[in-house]
């Protein structure tokens, strides 16, 4: 009996993508294998991936050498009140380019996409130095003021997303008596949720994982986010040789991420689906 040409060419294809998945997935297994090691044992030869013995002293020691706990609340509250807030702007701005006729539309949305070519290294200073002159270095609000206006990358997924929805949805809903916000909250919205779900995984992932915007604009440890922490954790333990307890701060900072994507997958994946097939 013959093997069909399809079966070997998805069997080969599944060994790739195998392939594939072991090589991402293996530095964080190796991290979380040296954060349960010892100083003395993280250094065998040959290196062993399941550790002998297994410590978990490090998970405890981390909470004392840095102000870990402080770096969470400063990460959390970025990360939570941009979500939130700057999900809502994007998505207004995604429907009024989406599903809202005014002059210069298409013009406008170009000019806005064109802004994406723009390096954050042209706007860095700049920025700066207006955030500086309001006396607001230091603080929270420089990482979180420019989220509030929107993520122009979430502006155009989501725009494309509801270019898809039925027109006749909103005649519908005017029709019912239903205002333009009623119609963007009642009707468009619900519809959105695997391409929000989407967005907002990827947008907390760059929020949480942040780490030239808070070194530019916090100076005070207890001001300094999760990923500031860690990078001082490793310029204060890297030479001491105690990559356990920098492997350990790596994994607890990576928990909420891994969090938010098993609690929103479904949706990410119902998202990146229906984007193929309108591809």
């Not at 959390?76 to 002059?103: C, D, M, N, Q, R």
Request: proline share 7%; hydrophobic share 55%; with cysteine.
């Amino acid at each position: 009996m013959s093997v069909k040409p399809k079966t070997i060419f998805d069997t080969l294809v599944l060994c790739i993508l195998l392939a594939g998945s072991v090589i991402m997935i293996f530095p964080f297994v190796w991290m979380l294998s040296t954060s349960l090691k010892t100083n003395q044992t993280v250094f065998d030869i040959p290196p062993k991936l399941i550790p002998n013995p297994v410590s978990f002293k490090k998970y405890i020691d981390i909470w004392s050498e840095i102000p870990l706990l402080s770096g969470f609340k400063n990460s959390l509250i970025i990360v939570i009140s941009v979500s939130l807030v700057g999900t809502f702007t994007s998505s207004l701005a995604a429907f009024a380019f989406s599903k809202l006729s005014f002059p210069h539309k298409s013009r406008l949305f170009l000019a806005l996409i064109a802004t994406m070519m723009i390096p954050y290294a042209v706007i860095m200073i700049p920025q700066f130095i207006a955030f500086s002159r309001l006396h607001l270095v230091n603080t929270l609000w420089p990482l979180i003021l420019p989220g509030f206006l929107g993520n122009i990358s979430m502006i155009f997924f989501l725009r494309q997303y509801m270019t898809g929805i039925p027109n006749e949805m909103i005649d519908a809903g005017r029709i019912d008596g239903c205002n333009l916000f009623a119609i963007y909250w009642r009707l468009v919205m619900p519809n959105c949720g695997p391409a929000l779900a989407s967005q907002i995984i990827l947008w907390f992932m760059g929020m949480w994982n942040d780490f030239l915007g808070p070194m530019i604009y916090l100076n005070s440890p207890n001001k300094l986010t999760i990923q500031a922490l860690l990078s001082m954790l490793n310029t204060q333990y890297a030479a001491q040789m105690d990559y356990p307890l920098i492997m350990a701060g790596s994994v607890i900072s990576l928990t909420p991420i891994i969090i938010v994507f098993c609690i929103f997958q479904n949706f990410f994946l119902e998202s990146l689906a229906i984007s193929s097939v309108k591809a």
